[in-house]
């Protein structure tokens, strides 16, 4: 008897043994990898950065991979596949992915999804992002779940959809479109515009005329600002874009600053006489009464296309470089829709006090040369001091304290430069007439 039990025993045990070691082996502890896309002088890349490396810290069966996109062509390849695969329209980085999900941009609340994904990867298993890539892509299958990708912080709003992640880009917005309102270019033209109209002595047809001009140079100025976001997405992980970014700021802003102690000496940004010439007798046509009401909004309409493409190089600077800035932040699109509304509105207050003035007093208001160089002097600065934060602090447009204190510093020199410039001006000529 002992024999045939001793062999039934060996069996079982073997069995058990056997059942055992499947069971032990799905115990083992999951790992994932967490891809990290980065990008060198991208302010929100260095405050996702000690997240990032927090989270590897707190998971040691967490993989993460840290991919430097303008130093290495493989890496930015990698980056536009898992764009293409989630469906990301509005590409920037930081960008983090694991498993089947992505963020796009910094954010609080990212920072907590990216933390829970980890969490459920590691206990229940997930793909690897680039495993789910390769099929997607290999299947021509784009669409994405309810895991899709999310721009940092945009599912938090705090006014009108805007969370606090975002304040600063909004500020920034304001205080560049505001600045760009002041353009002694679109300033002049306006005037001069209302001057002609008002000789037909109808207050109606000055309202008409310069609403006109308002509604088709503002929706001009939009599509090109719109256009150049849309440029800079694209090239958000060219290396050298930023540089461009800031060699044009600089460029412009000095040109801007020449002009105010030169005027129209050399290279400048400003409408020559030739061509205010030109407007000048395209206009004079808006100042006869006996035109129609309809040909007057076609006729204006017709003009201020051609003045607000003629004037673009006057203003691309600023736009230029708040795409660059919008481009970091990496906003969800209704907040860039939101963005781009308030940098036209706001570009537009000037003009339309011009306007409401001109209809209400019936009094030409004169953008002098005086005037448009002490503009010149203050956006030439400060858009010097853009092009430099941009190239060696980005990060400070991303708080509203610091960020206050660059235009208020440029505001400053430019006031100084100008007060300076009036005592050497006026030394000089009391030393002329001694």
């Not at 309202?207 to 256009?227: E, K, N, Q």
Request: net charge neutral; proline share 4%.
């Amino acid at each position: 008897m002992s024999g045939p039990v001793h062999r039934v025993a060996v069996v079982l045990v073997i069995a058990l043994l056997c059942a055992a070691v499947p069971s032990a082996r799905a115990e083992e502890p999951s790992s994932a990898t967490l891809y990290f896309f980065v990008q060198e002088g991208c302010p929100a890349c260095a405050r996702m950065k000690p997240v990032v490396d927090d989270i590897a810290e707190s998971y040691p069966r967490l993989t993460v991979r840290t991919l430097e996109v303008s130093e290495f062509m493989e890496y930015r390849a990698m980056l536009l596949d898992a764009a293409r695969a989630f469906s990301i329209e509005r590409l920037s980085v930081p960008a983090v992915f694991i498993g089947a999900r992505a963020w796009i941009g910094y954010g609080e609340t990212s920072v907590r999804q990216i933390r829970e994904e980890v969490d459920r990867c590691l206990d229940e298993g997930c793909l690897d992002t680039f495993d789910l890539v390769a099929t997607r892509l290999g299947e021509n299958t784009l669409e994405t779940d309810d895991t899709a990708a999310q721009a940092g912080g945009a599912d938090v709003p705090r006014l009108f959809g805007v969370s606090a992640e975002e304040l600063p880009i909004v500020v920034s917005t304001a205080m560049i479109a505001f600045l760009d309102g002041f353009n002694p270019c679109s300033l002049w033209v306006l005037t001069f515009l209302l001057a002609m109209v008002m000789h037909t002595g109808s207050r109606k047809r000055v309202l008409l005329v310069g609403s006109v001009f308002l509604l088709v140079t503002a929706s001009i100025y939009g599509l090109f600002i719109v256009g150049v976001v849309q440029a800079m997405a694209l090239l958000a992980h060219v290396p050298w874009i930023r540089i461009v970014v800031v060699v044009l700021a600089l460029a412009m802003g000095a040109i801007n600053i020449k002009d105010y102690f030169a005027f129209r000496r050399g290279v400048s940004l400003t409408i020559s006489d030739e061509r205010k010439s030109t407007i000048a007798k395209r206009f004079s046509g808006l100042s006869r009464s006996t035109q129609s009401p309809g040909m007057l909004v076609l006729t204006t309409a017709g003009l201020a296309a051609g003045i607000a493409i003629i004037e673009l190089p006057c203003t691309a600077g600023f736009p230029v470089v708040w795409s660059n800035l919008v481009t970091a932040a990496a906003v969800p699109m209704g907040v860039f829709a939101l963005l781009v509304l308030l940098y036209i509105a706001i570009y537009l207050l000037i003009e339309l006090v011009l306007v409401a003035g001109a209809t209400i007093t019936f009094r030409r208001v004169v953008v002098t040369e005086r005037g448009g160089r002490a503009l010149k002097l203050l956006g030439g600065t400060i858009m010097i001091a853009l092009g430099l934060v941009l190239l060696f602090a980005p990060e400070l447009m991303e708080s509203l304290v610091s960020m206050f204190i660059v235009f208020a510093g440029a505001i400053g020199l430019s006031l100084a430069l100008g007060v300076l410039d009036r005592a050497v001006r006026r030394s000089a000529s009391h030393g002329g007439g001694s």
